[in-house]
Every structure is written in C-alpha cells, then in structure tokens.
C-alpha cells in the first residue's frame, strides 16, 4: 500500500505543535529524524530517560497519509490550524510501503565492544571473530524499543560492562539496567558472567522487548523485567542507567539506593559538559568517580562508599 508522506524541518522548540498539527489532520504516523545526520542510515537514535522522548535541536518531520490525500488541501488545512508554524518548507513524495522496522534490522551490522561482547542482528551470521568459546554474544532483535549498541551512550555502557567482565566484577552478580529499552545492557551482562539481571523501564514495548530478546538469547529465566510502580526494593553490586542528564540528577537518591556498599555504578546518557553538574552530584554517595566519552557523550562511574 503506498502513502503519501509529507516531510519538512522543525527546531525542538516547535516540533511538538508541527507534530499535534499533523495528526490532527490525519497523519497515520509521524517520524522524527535527525536533520543533521550525515546519511539517513546514520542517524542516531537517544535511549529516553524514564518519562522521556528526546529529540535533536534540529529535526525532520515525516508524516505519512493516505495515498489519495490531496497535497494541495492537506497543506491549506495545515496552514489554516497553526498560521504562526511556517509551512512553506514542507515536501511531498508517494512512497511505498515496507516492514521499516525489518529494513532497519538490514542495515544493523554486528557490532564489538571491548575485548569479548559482540551485538549481532538475530538474522545475522555471526562473524568469524566472535565465534570463539569466551565471546559474550548478545543476538538481538531491537523491535520498537530503544538500544541496539549504535548510538554512542549504548557503546560507552557496553565497553564499560565488557570491562567489568574482564576483571571479575561481574561473576555471579545481580545487575540493575535502569531504562533497559531493548534489554542490551542486561543482556551483555548476563553474557559476560552476571547470575541475575532485572531491567526496569517505563515503556511496556520496552518491558516486551527485553523479555522477547532474553528468550532469544536463552536467558529469559535470569532476567526479570519491570515497570518503575512495579520494581521490587533491592540492592545491586552492579547498576547502569543509560538514560539522560535531566534524568540521572532527578534520580540521584534512587539510583543510588539500589547500589549495594562497594557495588559499581554507571551512568550515561550524557553530553558533553552536563557531567560538571552530575559529578558533585554523585559525590554524596560514590567515590573514584570517572568520565569516558566518545563523541559528544560522556558516561560517569563509581564504586559506591560503604
């Protein structure tokens, strides 16, 4: 079935009012892209925070409608319900229908991180590299939930777990993935020697995902996934919250709650610059507080004080 889809750029500011406008007209789906992206199978996707939908400075929005909607009168209505939006740069294509989601998954190629964690797409071959005795391979399928190790918050979790993996830290350890989205971070745990895994998330596509994905890889009876209302009090050798900046200062008590005395801790979802607040933050309760970054992201750890 093909559509019509309509596209046009928007500051962050604005992108809420584009988007009510479009779906008020009709719109059966609205995507946001990175409008500064180098190439359309680069852009990045953010892990949300809890309660949280980030998007870029400058976006795009593609709407998509019914192969039979007049441009023309689309465009007047548009115009006619928000005259203070500009819409003179909208653009308009037919295009045709596809399983988006399966086109994605094509273009995901298997991914290292640190000496021994592998991604690898659930319909990739596993690389010749990975396919050794000590590889913690995590197949996954990232349906519609967030993280697939490409974006640069996701990679600093995954190196830092690796890490973690190497010295020992994570043998028969319970860990704690706050905003699991695709349950990535929990699984690589689990891979790399973890006994139990508990990943929360305020999304139940997210909840689904991490579940189904855990099946996948044959660790569904370590992992435990919850909403926020529904997560059982603990404390963990081992947390890591890839979510953002505005989150990880909110949650700072809570976050630091769940580390157990002498337990790690690992926090990303940050841009460069927002680790000077977070950092003294973080103090209260954490000693040897470092920073990785890798592009504009940074990710924050510790051991927590007795």
């Known amino acids: 079935m093909p559509y019509l889809e309509l596209s046009l750029r928007s500051t962050e500011a604005e992108q809420p009012r584009y988007e009510r406008a479009l779906e008020a007209a009709g719109a059966l789906s609205v995507t946001l892209l990175d409008a500064d992206a180098d190439t359309p199978n680069e852009r990045a996707i953010l892990e949300p925070g809890v309660g949280q939908t980030p998007v870029w400075k400058s976006l795009v929005l593609a709407a998509l409608f019914d192969a039979d909607t007049d441009a023309l009168a689309l465009l007047a209505a548009l115009e006619a319900s928000d005259p203070a939006l500009d819409w003179s740069g909208a653009r308009f294509r037919a295009v045709e229908d596809q399983d988006w989601e399966r086109v994605w998954l094509d273009q995901f190629q298997p991914m290292r991180f640190g000496a021994r964690t592998w991604i690898v797409p659930w319909n990739h071959a596993l690389p010749a590299e990975a396919d050794v005795p000590d590889a913690a391979v995590v197949r996954l399928d990232p349906g519609l939930a967030f993280g697939s190790g490409t974006h640069p918050t996701t990679a600093l979790c995954l190196r830092w777990l ?35 895994a508990v990943g929360v998330d305020n999304d139940p596509q997210a909840v689904q995902a991490s579940l189904d994905n855990a099946r996948r890889n044959a660790v569904d009876a370590r992992l435990a996934v919850h909403l926020p209302q529904d997560e059982p009090a603990a404390r963990y050798p081992v947390v890591v919250a890839n979510i953002l900046a505005s989150a990880l200062d909110a949650l700072a008590e809570v976050l630091a709650a769940r580390v157990a005395p002498g337990g790690r801790i690992a926090l990303s979802g940050i841009l460069r610059g927002q680790e000077a607040e977070l950092l003294p933050r973080y103090a209260a309760w954490f000693d040897a507080l470092q920073v990785q970054a890798q592009d504009d992201w940074v990710l924050i750890h510790g051991l927590r004080r007795p």
């Open 162 to 196: 690796d890490g973690l993996g190497a010295d020992g830290a994570l043998r028969r350890a319970r860990v704690l993935d706050f905003g699991c989205g695709s349950g990535i971070l929990a699984l690589a745990a689990l891979k790399l020697g973890a006994a139990q």
